[in-house]
């Protein structure tokens, strides 16, 4: 962030990441902490995310609040709401995810529900509560997309699909909460270096990483320095050039074709 006390000022003086406990979500949670924000931390696993808790107020003497919670769940959405509403929370970051990896028609239809209820369900009920909330003055909303949103895909019919969704509204809403003071910013994602994603590599007998691949700290950072500059960002020069060539110089038949290689082995996640 090129002004970090302005940083503070506009979008502080708390933060909640949602899908936080490692990873990506855990890499924004530093890069906030060093900025002097206090934190309210959402995740699934109470150890993993316990722990980040108490190496953040150690390290940055970050005051940190944590909601344990599935984002599927409508009582885990109303206890955050809560939690924003009484803890001044000045900026968003909507990191989780669920991807349900397989054939469509192979997909139990609960699984698919999933990714609506926390790919889509979540950030909007969130989104609208941090609106609400901060009314009298300014304000930032980060949404995590991915470029499984910018061209279909077999295998990632439901996950690519939501966060084309995503997109979408966090599009739409960069222009629609500019006059509120409040900033929105898309950060379309390809392969992160996540523990999650070494494991799924570590499984499949892979001993190198897909063209591309950015370490959590590279996105998070590039998300962030997104916000009241530009309401979408690919971060890396590879994947900016990769959704160029896909969205606007290949026949879409082909794009899909690529992409369908690209997916082929991917499995299933929740953060």
């Known amino acids: 962030m090129k002004n970090k006390q302005l940083f503070h000022q506009k979008y502080g003086p708390r933060a909640l990441v949602a899908g936080a406990s490692e990873g990506l979500g855990a890499a924004f949670c530093e890069e906030l902490a060093k900025q002097h924000f206090d934190l309210v931390l959402v995740a699934r696993r109470e150890e993993p995310l316990k722990?980040?808790?108490?190496?953040?107020?150690?390290?940055?003497?970050?005051?940190v609040t944590t909601v344990i919670g599935d984002l599927a769940d409508p009582e885990t959405l109303k206890n955050i709401l809560h939690?924003?509403?009484?803890?001044?929370?000045?900026?968003?970051?909507?990191?989780?995810a669920f991807s349900a990896i397989g054939e469509f028609a192979s997909l139990p239809l609960a699984r698919l529900n999933q990714s609506i209820d926390v790919n889509i369900r979540g950030p909007v009920t969130l989104v609208h509560g941090l609106v609400s909330t901060i009314r009298k003055r300014t304000g930032g909303i980060v949404l995590m997309s991915s470029i499984a949103g910018n061209q279909g895909a077999p295998n990632v019919a439901a996950y690519g699909a939501s966060k084309a969704y995503n997109t979408i509204l966090g599009q739409s809403l960069a222009r629609e909460l500019k006059p509120r003071g409040i900033d929105v910013a898309v950060c379309c994602a390809g392969a992160i270096r996540t523990p999650g994603?070494?494991?799924?590599?570590a499984r499949?007998?892979?001993?190198?990483?897909?063209?591309?691949?950015?370490?959590?700290?590279a996105v998070a950072q590039t998300a962030l320095n997104a916000l009241g500059r530009k309401p979408f960002v690919i971060p890396g020069c590879i994947n900016r050039i990769a959704v160029f060539v896909l969205g606007r110089l290949l026949p879409r038949r082909m794009a899909t074709w690529i992409m369908a290689k690209a997916t082929k082995n991917l499995e299933t996640t929740h953060r």
Request: net charge negative; aromatic share 6%.
């Open 51 to 63: 722990e980040l808790a108490s190496r953040l107020s150690a390290e940055f003497g970050t005051e």
């Open 197 to 201: 994603y070494q494991l799924a590599n």
């Open 83 to 96: 939690v924003m509403q009484s803890r001044d929370v000045g900026l968003l970051v909507y990191n989780a």
């Open 204 to 217: 499949q007998g892979k001993t190198g990483e897909a063209p591309g691949t950015l370490s959590a700290r």
